[in-house]
């Protein structure tokens, strides 16, 4: 692309400098036209060709850039979404969230009960759907057209699966074909599904974008329309909306590399989250609250969020400065005492501090005073997962205990397994075996574009029974 660019420039510059060179000396000077009019005319016929080109090549870089940014603000805004998903579901209830346009209330029927609630902001809300059998399949339905389903796992499965993934963009990267609205993760991991049994999907952030590639809005109906048009992309699958859907939001849904906490733009930007995303959450560990916990078998997870409590990046590292918060630390803290499960943390951004850069600051990278106290707490316990989002590209890593076995690097806390910068898509599928009271199982999937591309086994002896 570079020598195109460099000869075409070239070209320009010399057929142009002929010309205001034989020119002038023609008409002026030495008027001998079978020597000049030949390099006067085919020099001119290099410039206007080369010109021609280099403008109708630039004109489509900029119509394929205006294309890529305001095709999908123009033509969808979303306003006519109609749509129903299933969020968090145990053994004996289940939640439904729906979106209808224009209905002033709206019922479901399931089972031989039926609910009804009137629809608030934006047309979306969050049924809460009980009394159910443990291992059952239900069907719903609503007065706005919506047929659903879903099902209930047993009340203590010992071997089961989950996805986890972050970061959607429709339309990247960029095809002039494609529906502007189009996410091809999601079709990747609806034929996923197709093949492999997946309990529900633990989304780690970034499900909008609402500054990239430019921001059209900062109000709370500009945040409201993002969301609509993620739910309005013709890459969600009817296997999609039947998967269990928990969330946790991070910088993106309010802007880049938030750390403002509660502050100004994040009010416009969190009452969506709330209505599309936390409503069908498990319940949070404090009222308001936007962390929360929930078990699925012998695995328990917290999941916490590193947004709207942290200390401002730009901070000194030290006892003053928090990612979580005081109250969601002390909560997070008394987890890792108390529960006797295996231990899943969920952080929306980098718990390793492997990754450089200069927004390194807005990882835990930045926070590594709050960091080493929550490391001395699991180092603890038999034994902690970490999941984190954030980042476009894979890593596993393993964080040793100080007078255990480590390998030599830069950080010795942070042992690089694995690393996948690559692919448009990525998610893992993590597949837990607690059959054996003895040793637990964890296997590791890595699935870019679509395919696997690596595998990790992880098996956990217990000390405590």
Not at 289 to 302: E, H, I, K, L, P
């Amino acid at each position: 692309m570079d020598i195109g660019v460099s000869l075409s420039a070239c070209t320009l510059a010399i057929s142009s400098l002929v010309l205001r060179i034989i020119a002038p000396y023609f008409v002026r000077w030495l008027p001998l036209g079978p020597r000049f009019t030949p390099l006067i005319y085919t020099s001119s016929v290099i410039y206007f060709t080369t010109f021609a080109y280099d403008f109708v090549v630039n004109l489509l870089c900029l119509i394929v850039s205006l294309d890529f940014v305001y095709r999908s603000h123009i033509f969808y805004d979303g306003k006519e979404l109609s749509f129903s998903r299933v969020g968090y579901v145990d053994s004996s209830s289940a939640r439904i969230v729906v979106r209808a346009p224009s209905t002033l209330t709206i019922q479901i029927e399931y089972r031989q009960d039926n609910l009804d609630q009137w629809i608030p902001l934006d047309n979306v809300l969050t049924f809460t759907l009980t009394s159910f059998d443990e291992n059952a399949s239900y069907v719903y339905r609503t007065n706005a057209s919506h047929l659903g389903s879903f099902h209930t796992p047993i009340r203590n499965p010992k071997r089961w699966a989950m996805v986890t993934t972050s970061c959607i963009k429709p339309f990247y990267p960029y095809n002039p074909f494609d529906h502007s609205l189009r996410i091809r993760g999601l079709e990747y991991l609806s034929q996923f599904i197709t093949f492999h049994n997946v309990d529900f999907v633990l989304f780690l952030g970034d499900f909008i974008y609402i500054d990239l590639p430019h921001r059209f809005g900062w109000t709370t109906d500009d945040y409201y329309r993002a969301y609509r048009q993620v739910y309005s992309s013709p890459s969600w699958s009817s296997e999609l909306f039947a998967l269990p859907w928990l969330h946790i939001y991070d910088d993106h849904e309010i802007t880049n590399d938030w750390s403002g906490n509660e502050t100004g733009l994040y009010q416009d930007a969190i009452q969506p989250y709330l209505y599309y995303h936390h409503a069908a959450n498990p319940p949070p560990l404090r009222k308001g609250a936007t962390y929360y916990s929930f078990r699925r078998g012998d695995v328990s997870f917290f999941v916490t969020d590193t947004r709207r409590y942290r200390s401002s990046s730009a901070m000194d590292d030290g006892p003053g400065k928090t990612m979580l918060g005081e109250m969601q630390r002390r909560d997070l803290e008394k987890w890792l005492e108390t529960d006797n499960g295996l231990k899943v943390l969920v952080s929306g951004v980098p718990f390793t501090r492997n990754w450089r850069g200069p927004e390194a600051n807005d990882s835990w990278a930045g926070y590594l005073w709050e960091r080493q106290l929550l490391l001395e707490k699991m180092w603890a316990t038999e034994g902690v997962v970490i999941l984190s989002g954030d980042r476009h590209e894979h890593a596993t890593t393993v964080f040793p205990s100080p007078d255990g076995t480590s390998k030599r690097q830069v950080e010795n806390t942070d042992v690089a397994i694995y690393s996948h910068p690559h692919g448009i898509s990525k998610f893992g599928s993590l597949t837990f075996d607690t059959s054996s009271p003895d040793i637990w199982k964890l296997g590791f999937e890595l699935i870019v574009n679509g395919k696997n591309a690596w595998s990790y086994n992880w098996t956990l002896s217990r000390t405590k029974q």
